[in-house]
């Protein structure tokens, strides 16, 4: 059975940080690529980041230079380090695990970020 845990969301002032973890079971991890999306209410889900499974990183324009994908394959986790957050980054975030066509999505994580 294929399952991901995320945790690390909350409630963060403006300007502060959080670190997004998602550890995955049921699959061959280092065989994954891993990715970060976001849903804010009222708005469409929409990539954040992306990890392949060579560790080549892409990110969202809208955080570029603020958040940090990475994955750690001997824990089975994708981590998102978000710094510099503002209160337009509050949504839920959601990680993918995705092979061919293939993906398995998280239950997501909601982050709040206070003006």
């Known amino acids: 059975q294929v399952q991901h845990v995320e945790s690390g969301g909350g409630l963060v002032q403006s300007g502060g940080s959080l670190r997004l973890a998602c550890q995955a079971s049921?699959?061959?991890?280092?065989?994954?690529?891993m990715a970060w999306y976001r849903q804010a209410p009222g708005k469409q889900r929409e990539l954040v980041a992306g990890?392949?499974?060579?560790?080549?990183?892409n990110y969202a324009e809208f955080v570029k230079g603020r958040f940090t994908i990475s994955r750690d394959n001997a824990q089975n986790t994708v981590y998102l380090q978000m710094n510099s957050l503002t209160p337009d980054d509050t949504a839920v975030y959601s990680c993918?695990?995705?092979?061919?066509?293939?993906?398995?999505w998280g239950r997501g994580t909601l982050v709040t970020v206070s003006s």
């Open positions: 993918i695990a995705q092979f061919y066509t293939v993906n398995y």
């Open positions: 049921g699959i061959t991890f280092r065989t994954y690529r």
């Open positions: 990890i392949t499974t060579e560790g080549s990183t």
